[in-house]
């Protein structure tokens, strides 16, 4: 049976749930958010170390204002509700991406992640306004800048995800093939799985259904 120690999540679909069933995008990142809490919860079931969501790309910056302004309300309001009770659990919180938001929002960012720094039982990767490319091509200055060897070695110590095993699987909801330029490196090697449903509809049934099916899959590196 296959290891598993990091999932990794393109949460697609928000947007076109919302306006099915509510006639709002911004309800579907609401209901989103519940599936968020569902899946978190699962996680840590399945004794699984990493879970990196992908909750907001460099390009999605090209939205309307009010859904952005609303996808960010969310999440302050997750965070001013939801830090005492992760740290609790033993839960770290690390952002991905570059953290240029509004004050307010960095600064529950900052304290999120200070606070839960030294836990260990599970470890969500929130990916914010991140981009593989820009991790990317940033890594690349850093080694020339350090004069040092172009290695996988040292390009993976200069990502953002230094210190945190690459994902052994990849789930995108929402219907949709592509990876929308994330974690590009770090997913060379991950078993990929597309799901069908929209995520406010994706349950801990079909998490675990994905889990099972991903444990009994011949994993071989380039092997035979
Ligand atoms: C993609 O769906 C989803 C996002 C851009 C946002 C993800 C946010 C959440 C799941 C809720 C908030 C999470 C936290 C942690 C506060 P889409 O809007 O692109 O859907 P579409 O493809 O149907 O338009």
New binding site residues.
């Given amino acids: 049976m296959n290891p598993l120690n990091h999932v990794a999540i ?10 099915k069933y509510k006639n709002s ?1 911004n309800a ?3 209901a ?2 519940n ?2 809490e569902k899946i978190i919860r699962e996680t840590i079931k399945n004794k699984i170390n990493f879970l990196t ?5 460099t390009e ?1 910056w090209k ?1 309307p204002r009010k ?1 952005i302004d609303y ?1 960010f309300n ?2 302050e309001n ?1 965070l001013i509700k939801r830090t005492e009770d992760l740290h609790k659990q033993n839960i770290k919180l690390k952002i991905l991406g570059l953290k240029k938001f509004s004050p307010k929002l960095n600064k529950l960012l900052n304290i999120s992640e200070k606070k839960t720094s030294k836990n260990t039982k599970l470890q969500i990767n ?1 990916a914010l306004n991140y981009g593989s490319k820009s991790e990317l091509i940033n890594a690349f200055k850093k080694i020339k800048k350090d004069k040092a060897i172009i290695s996988e070695k040292n390009l993976s110590k200069n990502l953002q995800t230094k210190n945190i095993p690459d994902p052994d699987l990849l789930i995108r909801t ?1 219907n ?1 093939k592509r990876l929308s330029n994330f974690l590009l490196w770090q997913l060379a090697y991950s078993e990929i799985f597309f799901e069908k449903k ?2 406010p509809a994706f349950n801990v049934k079909d998490y675990n259904k994905i889990i099972r099916e991903y444990r009994s899959i011949k994993r071989n590196f380039g092997n035979i």
């Fill in positions: 393109i949460m697609d679909g928000n947007g076109r749930w919302g306006l995008r579907g990142h609401r989103g958010l599936t968020v969501l992908f909750a907001f790309s999605n939205r859904e996808l969310l999440l997750f929130l929402g949709t929209l995520w």
